[in-house]
Nanobody, 122 residues
């Protein structure tokens, strides 16, 4: 069973950059597609980005396209989300998730981290 721990969140100003990390323990990390999702207060959890098992394919939401890059290091069992030009509307708890298919819907992912808060001030 995969265990995921996110880190790298914090309070930043609009226009800043941030890199989130998600470290995996237990299970075989390279067997899983990895996704990043976020949830703002009062809103549903939404897709941000996902990456294939090898890292060769990625997909990102329109809301972050051009401002975010998802990557993974299978040797380190870690997936990253680099975000730039942050906006106040990016404020949310960011979660990483592991799944067995390439999917943007959160219910397709079996394993989740506890989340890391990102707050962007204007």
């Amino acid at each position: 069973q995969v265990q995921l721990v996110e880190s790298g969140g914090g309070l930043v100003q609009a226009g800043d950059s941030l890199r989130l990390s998600c470290a995996s323990s237990k299970g075989t990390f390279s067997n899983y597609y990895m996704g990043w999702f976020r949830q703002a207060p009062g809103k549903e959890r939404e897709f941000v980005a996902l990456i294939s098992k090898s890292g060769g394919s990625t997909q990102s939401a329109d809301s972050v396209k051009g401002r975010s890059t998802i990557s993974r290091d299978n040797a380190k069992n870690t997936v990253y989300l680099q975000m730039s030009s942050l906006r106040p509307e990016d404020t949310a708890v960011y979660y990483c998730a592991a799944g067995v298919i390439f999917a943007t819907r959160p219910e397709r992912y079996a394993y989740w981290g506890q989340g890391t808060q990102v707050t962007v001030s204007s």
